[in-house]
């Protein structure tokens, strides 16, 4: 009883939060945040596991515990942490600086300066309950081990985002063009006699397969100074076809002719939502990647907002700004914008670790790989000096936590206008 007291209290807090309006969309984002770290975590330990290499703990959170289990059987003591913002899983032979390296008798003691009495107790009994338990390390196995342990947990955040996008395609339906558009008020088409909802059937000859397509046929129009030719008809009787030519203008925006596709929601078979999933993965992947190159920019941006007020679309958010997007979207999109936002969130989660800097899975991949091709090129044993990847180890992590906190304040002095 004395060890659920904390978690039993917290518990209670938590429903208060969660029960209240002004705070519940925050608490849900830092609950659905720690869900894709736990999926992350998993996917490194599920991996260890089947190298069977020790892990001696499975945390959800950081700080002082909550909640533990003993790990008699399992060998894994999975435990609960005050702090939600975060989690890890102890690996052995993986340390945070330079994995593969054995802890020496000080850095033994530095490791288990949290262990108390009972917890000692408890190793004392998983020893005596499993003698014949035999564990490996991680600095003892092979490239390709590593290397699949180290990336397990990205992967596991790219498939749960993945998952997620085909679950909302495969309940939620897709949009899709549904070949009517409508005029825009004293627009070219609209001068031109186009009604409200009439079929788009062909421009200059050709169908549209997508409405998104006919974007660069106005610009291509307007470059050449021509008109564009489109097939028409009214929605209920499309055999009754005629030909409309429609002289682009220019704007500040760009060439318009003054039209907007209408959109509707059509339900797909499974085989259409994976392929929809992959596309949408693809996107968001690609979009998440793109924004690493602004991170430098954001310890400049983020002092400057701070201090001016002045809004950017690329500002790095906070768990905070993230509860604000998600709610905002909720009540103009419903479920499916906030869902979708946290798969693009497990996503980035996924490729922000995959960078090659430590104490990220993307360095232990990198070691890793680099010790030994270095060791077969040279026929000597290759690693990377401890000190220096120590050193790295602390100024990246330093970094981190400046974006974080400046994240953070910005969130909450100069909350961002959602559009």
């Not at 330990?45 to 190298?51: D, I, S």
């Not at 186009?194 to 409405?211: A, C, D, H, S, Y």
């Not at 001016?308 to 914008?337: F, H, M, Q």
């Amino acid at each position: 009883m004395r060890k659920l007291l904390p978690l039993i209290l917290s518990s209670v807090v938590l429903a208060g939060l969660i029960s209240a309006e002004a705070s519940r969309s925050l608490i849900l984002t830092v609950l659905a945040l720690l869900l894709m770290i736990g999926i992350h975590e998993l996917g490194h330990f599920l991996m260890a596991k089947h190298y069977k290499v020790e892990t001696p703990e499975f945390s959800l959170g950081f700080g002082p515990k909550l909640f533990q289990t003993s790990g008699l059987r399992t060998g894994t003591k999975f435990t609960i942490r005050m702090i939600p913002l975060g989690g890890f899983v102890k690996i052995k032979g993986l340390d945070l600086a330079i994995e593969g390296d054995e802890p020496s008798a000080k850095d033994a003691g530095n490791l288990t300066s949290e262990t108390s009495l009972e917890d000692s107790a408890i190793t004392e009994q998983t020893v005596k309950a499993k003698p014949d338990r035999e564990y490996a390390s991680y600095g003892d196995l092979k490239t390709f081990p590593r290397v699949l342990i180290a990336g397990a947990g990205p992967f596991a955040n790219i498939f749960s985002g993945f998952l997620i996008l085909f679950m909302v395609f495969m309940f939620a339906g897709q949009t899709e063009w549904s070949s009517k558009v409508n005029p825009v008020a004293e627009s070219p088409a609209a001068k031109a006699g186009l009604e409200e909802g009439m079929l788009l059937l062909e421009v200059n000859g050709e169908p549209l397969k997508n409405f998104d397509e006919l974007r660069p046929l106005v610009e291509k129009a307007a470059l050449a100074g021509k008109d564009l030719e489109l097939k028409v008809a009214p929605s209920e009787d499309p055999s009754k076809t005629r030909l409309v030519s429609i002289e682009p203008v220019t704007t500040p925006q760009g060439a318009r002719i003054g039209l907007e596709g209408v959109y509707e929601k059509v339900s797909v078979s499974p085989l259409t939502a994976t392929v929809s999933a992959f596309g949408a993965t693809g996107e968001i992947s690609g979009a998440t990647l793109q924004s690493f190159g602004k991170l430098g920019s954001a310890f400049i941006n983020i002092p400057k907002q701070l201090i001016t007020g002045e809004s950017s679309a690329d500002r790095v958010v906070s768990p905070i700004g993230v509860a604000r997007v998600a709610e905002s979207s909720t009540k103009e999109y419903g479920w499916i914008a906030p869902v979708g936002l946290f798969a693009a969130v497990s996503f980035f989660i996924a490729f922000f670790n995959l960078l090659p800097l430590p104490p990220l899975d993307g360095f232990h991949i990198f070691q890793a790989v680099y010790e030994s091709v270095g060791s077969k090129i040279r026929r000597r044993p290759v690693a990377l000096d401890k000190g220096a990847v120590r050193a790295f180890t602390g100024l990246v992590t330093v970094c981190v936590l400046l974006l974080g906190v400046g994240a953070l304040l910005l969130d909450i002095l100069r909350p961002a206008v959602m559009p």
